[in-house]
């Protein structure tokens, strides 16, 4: 295991909220912004060791299932289902979407895994040797997904998490996220774990750590320097997106579009 280098960014991450919420979120309410920094907590952020990533991976799905690493990438003609070797950022298996299908989520549900597409409204249903088993439709489009063991979770761009059962892909159930009282948006990549969600914010640096039940973001981590040097090291690197948690280790994983490094980290409290 590759140990990089260990960093706190606590004060730093909390500062840097502050002015991109600032500058990036209704510029012209000072009262709004505030209550927003003062509200939802920023704890800091460990990197614990890095992982070569496929800086050709524009990540939309990033999943641990019993101790394997899992991508779902994207782009129309790019766009694939990937069992990764962790050490390496290496695919050791490949199954590609037809170039007319743009990928998105992914999550691994009583050894089925799902694929979401972006607006081609379809779900893609494969067998853990990644052998496509099955299709859904679905009426939006399709950005994040995860699964809390029973249902499965969907982001579309908005701020509301949609409940699906599995086996019908039938909504059961809409949960609109807020923020301090505001209602969030752009919820894209997702992961469930030990009770809560976990969800990239599209073109923003945060992984929103969201209470399912009432739909409050309960805290907000800056991946704000993971972003700074995955351009630095690869110009092209693009926003954060990938999380993913492995049950059995307790172990966090968190990359983003066409990133050169995949990070395993550690929120704070
Ligand atoms: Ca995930």
Redesign the pocket.
């Known amino acids: 295991m590759m140990r990089q280098f260990l960093k706190r960014t606590g004060s730093w991450a909390l500062l840097l909220t502050g002015l991109t919420v600032t500058g990036c979120n209704e510029p012209d309410q000072t009262t709004s912004t505030e209550t927003t920094v003062q509200k939802v907590a920023t704890p800091g952020l460990d990197v614990v060791a890095t992982y070569p990533h496929d800086t050709s991976s524009y990540t939309q799905?990033?999943?641990v299932y019993k101790g394997q690493l899992y991508e779902g990438t994207g782009q129309y003609g790019a766009s694939a289902l990937l069992k990764t070797d962790l050490n390496t950022g290496k695919a050791i298996q490949r199954s590609a979407l037809d170039k007319t299908y743009f990928g998105e989520?992914?999550?691994i549900l009583n050894d089925t895994i799902y694929q979401l597409t972006w607006k081609e409204q379809t779900i893609f249903v494969y067998d853990m040797n990644l052998k496509k088993i099955g299709t859904f439709p679905i009426d939006k489009e399709g950005w994040?997904?995860?699964n809390n063991g029973s249902q499965l979770i969907l982001t579309n761009g908005s701020g509301d998490l949609f409940f699906y059962e599995p086996s019908t892909l039938k909504l059961q159930r809409v949960q609109t996220v807020t923020e301090a009282g505001s209602p969030s948006f752009n919820l894209n990549?997702?992961?469930y774990a030990e009770g809560f969600i976990?969800a990239n914010q599209y073109t923003y640096p945060y992984v929103l750590k969201i209470d399912p039940s009432t739909g409050e973001v309960v805290a907000k981590y800056d991946l704000s320097r993971l972003w700074e040097q995955s351009r630095q090291r690869y110009p092209n690197s693009e926003v954060p997106n990938?999380?993913?948690?492995d049950s059995d280790q307790k172990k966090w994983y968190v990359t983003g579009k066409n990133w050169p490094l995949l990070y395993q980290v550690q929120w704070g409290h």
Not at 242 to 245: P, R, S
Request: charged fraction near 10%; hydrophobic fraction near 40%.
């Open positions: 799905g990033l999943v989520g992914i999550t994040g997904l995860t990549e997702l992961e976990y990938g999380i993913a948690y």
